[in-house]
């Protein structure tokens, strides 16, 4: 199973930037095997998608609040994806968790299906 390790969270205030990694090791078979997502959980919510990419790069799905503020992408040869975040709001504040799977990962994805997760990185937006 492979091993994710979220960073960059942090406080911002409301329109600034940050950008999310996740690092992946252990038994990563081949990280370009995998599609990677990013979800998040505000405090009293479900954890819910945010962000997607598939294996090369393609098949990339971001939920409608984050469309055209958010940029989901990958380095498979440093095992890792990111998620650059622009013009952030508070209501953007959550726990940010990575996620991989060997099937494509998309906004109708059952977050209970997904078996390896990160620990996740505290994000919280300041108005």
């Known amino acids: 199973q492979v091993q994710l390790v979220e960073s960059g969270g942090g406080l911002v205030q409301a329109g600034g930037s940050l950008r999310l990694s996740c690092a992946a090791s252990g038994r990563t078979r081949t990280f370009s095997d995998y599609a990677m997502g990013w979800f998040r959980q505000a405090p009293g919510k479900e954890r819910e998608f945010a962000a997607a990419i598939g294996w090369s790069g393609v098949g990339i799905y971001y939920t409608d609040s984050v469309k055209g503020r958010f940029t989901i992408s990958r380095d498979n040869a440093k095992n890792t994806v990111y998620l650059q975040m622009n013009n952030l709001k508070p209501e953007d504040t959550a726990v940010y968790y990575c996620?991989?799977?060997?099937?494509?990962?998309?906004?109708?994805?059952?977050?209970?299906?997904?078996?390896?997760w990160g620990q996740g990185t505290q994000v919280t937006v300041s108005s």
């Open positions: 996620a991989a799977s060997r099937s494509l990962i998309t906004p109708d994805t059952v977050v209970a299906g997904l078996r390896s």
